[in-house]
């Protein structure tokens, strides 16, 4: 069993940063992949970043690819998502997701356990 949580949500402006940081509680936090996912009003869930149990890979969607990082620090059991150069259409829910011995899928079947969400609006 893991618990996830997200914290570091909320407004900012058009070209800002915000940083969301998951919290995960539970079983050996190294043994699992993350992945941060968000979703907007009316759209499907959708993949943003993801980064391997090891730490040596990374992936993002193309639509963050340059501007989002994420960074893990498995001594604090955490992985942040650096989020730069926000535009409105980042605006979301994002969810962090781990991923047992995983790659940081981008495929949400992939994850076994979800945090409860953090909001991140971004105003034009």
């Known amino acids: 069993q893991v618990q996830l949580a997200e914290s570091g949500g909320g407004l900012v402006q058009a070209g800002g940063s915000l940083r969301l940081s998951c919290v995960a509680s539970?079983?050996?936090?190294?043994?699992?992949?993350m992945g941060w996912f968000r979703q907007a009003p009316g759209k499907e869930r959708e993949f943003v970043a993801g980064?391997?149990?090891?730490?040596?890979?990374?992936d993002y969607a193309d639509s963050v690819k340059g501007r989002f990082r994420i960074p893990r620090d498995n001594a604090k059991n955490t992985v942040k998502l650096q989020m730069n150069t926000l535009e409105p259409e980042d605006t979301a829910v994002y969810y962090c997701?781990?991923?047992?011995?995983?790659?940081?899928?981008?495929?949400?079947?992939?994850?076994?356990?979800w945090g409860q969400g953090t909001q991140v609006t971004v105003s034009s």
């Open positions: 980064i391997s149990w090891s730490g040596s890979s990374t």
């Open positions: 539970g079983r050996t936090f190294s043994s699992w992949a």
């Open positions: 997701a781990a991923e047992l011995y995983g790659s940081g899928s981008p495929k949400s079947e992939r994850y076994a356990y």
